[in-house]
Structures are given as structure tokens and as C-alpha cells.
T-cell receptor, first 113, second 113 residues
Framework: DAGVIQSPRHEVTEMGQEVTLRCKPI?????LFWYRQTMMRGLELLIY????????DSGMPEDRFSAKMPNASFSTLKIQPSEPRDSAVYFC???????????FGQGTRLTVV | GENVEQHPSTLSVQEGDSAVIKCTYS??????FPWYKQELGKRPQLIID?????GEKKDQRIAVTLNKTAKHFSLHITETQPEDSAVYFC????????????FGAGTTVTVRA
């Protein structure tokens, strides 16, 4: 398996534009996590899914953020409209079940200007 | 929900010395405690983990100890080397919150040559 695949690796967008980040988890993994990493706030859990169902989205900063997992092999994190303070590295991770190793993708570095 | 606190936030050690990072958790039902290492510009990766049925686990120069009564666990790195310089994150997961994987604030370890 190629591991968790995220796209794009880098994204530069203008304030107000819609941004969509994509993630392909490892095949057979039941859990999928979305994280945001900044110097100030560290590694924040935004939302996670179990068997494609959102379990906890309490980390989503505001209504501008939304996430979906239409099937077991694909998830998206959307920001609409984007703001400069959304600039961060966004990681997706998956794990085969709850209390075991989570494998991270390479991340998407988002810059909103 | 689970709350994980991590100390110290930064740690500078002389090459060859030991480094210790401590974490506390709040949910007594937590039963899985992973540690991740993140090198600069890279993704977090699991380095060691421990489950609640053991008190200590060792893998070469890395060890983790768990005190369930006090609800704290620690990462020990012996004979530190320059390649140990990184950010280390702890986490704790619990069946009571569907294994939500939230991380501590992280510890930046710098090994001085």
C-alpha cells in the first residue's frame, strides 16, 4: 500500500476562495482523522470518522470548515470562504481500528493570502 | 472527553544524555498511549506505544512507562543522538469516546552536539 495519500501537497489561494483538501486513507482502515498544525496551536484534531461516519467534529473551528467521507477510500476537507488565519499544514491520518497506530499522510501546506 | 497535558514544551539535552517527557491524562478508561515523533517538515510517525495492561515497554534507546493510578505516562530516550532532535507528541485514547486521537501540545527536543 502507498500509505495515506493527500492532495495537493501545497496550495496557495486568495482570501475568500474555496479550498478543498483531499485524502485517500490506507485500504481497510476504519478510522480517518483530519488535523491542522500551526506553530501557535500545535496539532489540532478537527474531525474524525469511523466507517465513513463523522464521530466528533467539535474541533472544526467554524462553519466555514466542512468535511465529508462519501466512501471508505476518500475524504475531503473544505474551507469556504478561506481566510489568512486558515494558513497551516493539514494532515490526514488513518488507522485500522480505534486504539492502534495512526498513519499520517504527507500533509497539505495551505497558504491563504 | 480525554484531556492530555504534556511537559515540558521544550527540552535541550547534551548528546549522550537522557531525555524525559511526561504526559498526564484525565479519562481513567484510557487504554492506549502512543508516542509520535515529527522531524522538521515531515509527518508525525509512531515511535512507541503502550497499552494499559503493561507498565513499561522498551525499544532500544526508547522506553515508555505508564502509571495508571496517577494517570501519567512518560517517554524516556537514553544516549541521545542528534537525530533524536524533533517534536514529540503523546496521546491517549479511550473506548469511552470512541478512541478519539487527540495529541498533547508537543515537546521540542534539541540534542546539542
Amino acid at each position: 500500500d502507498a500509505g495515506v495519500i493527500q492532495s495537493p501537497r501545497h496550495e496557495v489561494t486568495e482570501m475568500g476562495q474555496e479550498v478543498t483538501l483531499r485524502c485517500k486513507p490506507i485500504s481497510g482502515h476504519d478510522y480517518l482523522f483530519w488535523y491542522r498544525q500551526t506553530m501557535m496551536r500545535g496539532l489540532e484534531l478537527l474531525i474524525y470518522f469511523n466507517n465513513n461516519v463523522p464521530i466528533d467534529d467539535s474541533g472544526m473551528p467554524e462553519d466555514r470548515f466542512s468535511a465529508k467521507m462519501p466512501n471508505a477510500s476518500f475524504s475531503t476537507l473544505k474551507i469556504q470562504p478561506s481566510e489568512p488565519r486558515d494558513s497551516a499544514v493539514y494532515f490526514c491520518a488513518s488507522s485500522p481500528w480505534g486504539n492502534t497506530e495512526a498513519f499520517f499522510g504527507q500533509g497539505t501546506r495551505l497558504t491563504v493570502v | 472527553g480525554e484531556n492530555v497535558e504534556q511537559h515540558p514544551s521544550t527540552l535541550s539535552v547534551q548528546e549522550g544524555d537522557s531525555a524525559v517527557i511526561k504526559c498526564t491524562y484525565s479519562d481513567s478508561a484510557s487504554n492506549y498511549f502512543p508516542w509520535y515523533k515529527q522531524e522538521l517538515g515531515k509527518r508525525p510517525q509512531l515511535i512507541i506505544d503502550i497499552r494499559s495492561n503493561v507498565g513499561e515497554k522498551k525499544d532500544q534507546r526508547i522506553a515508555v512507562t505508564l502509571n495508571k493510578t496517577a494517570k501519567h505516562f512518560s517517554l524516556h530516550i537514553t544516549e541521545t543522538q542528534p537525530e533524536d532532535s524533533a517534536v514529540y507528541f503523546c496521546a491517549a485514547t479511550s473506548p469511552s469516546n470512541d478512541y478519539k486521537l487527540s495529541f498533547g501540545a508537543g515537546t521540542t527536543v534539541t540534542v546539542r552536539a
